[in-house]
């Protein structure tokens, strides 16, 4: 029975209505009606969490987050992230959080991980841990690629929210589940996993209906695309040689 997480649903549509956010969902046929799978999503935003969980609404999924112990344990977030079954991650101790993430996908959950661990701020798509290809392969469920674009500029790391700005854009894309090659190794597959996110996220930054406003509004953009977000190699987001 899902007491607390369809409300939670119901308010985020609501507000995503009164503030006009101009959201576009594309792939959501690679999101299986039934069954388990990993759903590995860029990071650009404390709100990315949402957006993934709206990607996957059109087949009527709803997605177990990975996320940090500490959002379990706050006052307000903590509740409702118990209440809708996410699934706490103790960095000190990984593999309880692995296992619940095994289990509930053979039971045919969905199960949200955000390979890159934090947000990058870059804008684009960082070296990525192996935790997702190597739950995919555990549980025998797809590894189902996600990037989303847009939420950073209403709250990312090192700027101020703007959690009541209207009309933003936010692009959701969704790309053709991963199956490991037969022998593959999980850090093989999570280079799959990059490639695929890096296509997916590329495309939704230059279909992206916005453009900055002046040279003030460049910061959301990556430096290839002529933003003043820094370069992967200046901050450490670039992956390792030959990745």
């Avoid at 997605?63 to 977030?77: L, Q, Y």
């Avoid at 997916?200 to 990556?222: F, H, I, M, N, V």
Wanted: net charge positive.
């Amino acid at each position: 029975m899902e007491i607390v997480y369809p409300p939670v649903v119901g308010f985020a549509k609501t507000m995503f209505r009164v503030l006009d956010l101009r959201i576009q969902i594309e792939g959501a046929e690679h999101i299986p009606a039934t069954g388990g799978a990993v759903l590995a999503s860029n990071h650009v935003s404390y709100l990315d969490f949402i957006f993934c969980g709206l990607g996957t609404q059109p087949a009527k999924r709803l997605v177990r987050f990975m996320a940090k112990k500490s959002v379990f344990t706050h006052k307000v977030s903590g509740p409702l992230m118990r209440g809708m079954h996410h699934i706490p991650v103790d960095r000190k101790a990984g593999n309880a959080a692995f296992h619940e993430a095994e289990t509930a996908l053979k039971e045919g959950e969905v199960v949200g991980v955000f390979p890159e661990a934090t947000i990058s701020e870059s804008f684009t798509v960082k070296a990525l841990k192996s935790g997702a290809a190597r739950l995919a392969e555990a549980a025998g469920v797809p590894l189902i690629p996600m990037a989303v674009w847009g939420p950073h500029r209403l709250w990312t790391k090192g700027r101020k929210k703007e959690l009541t700005k209207r009309h933003v854009p936010v692009i959701i894309k969704i790309g053709e589940p991963i199956r490991a090659a037969i022998g593959a190794t999980a850090e093989a597959t999570t280079l799959v996993l990059r490639q695929r996110l890096s296509v997916l996220l590329d495309a939704a930054q230059r279909e992206y209906p916005d453009k900055p406003s002046g040279p003030d509004d460049t910061w959301w953009l990556p430096a290839h695309l002529g933003g003043t977000a820094p370069r992967p190699e200046e901050i450490g987001d670039a992956a390792p040689a030959g990745a």
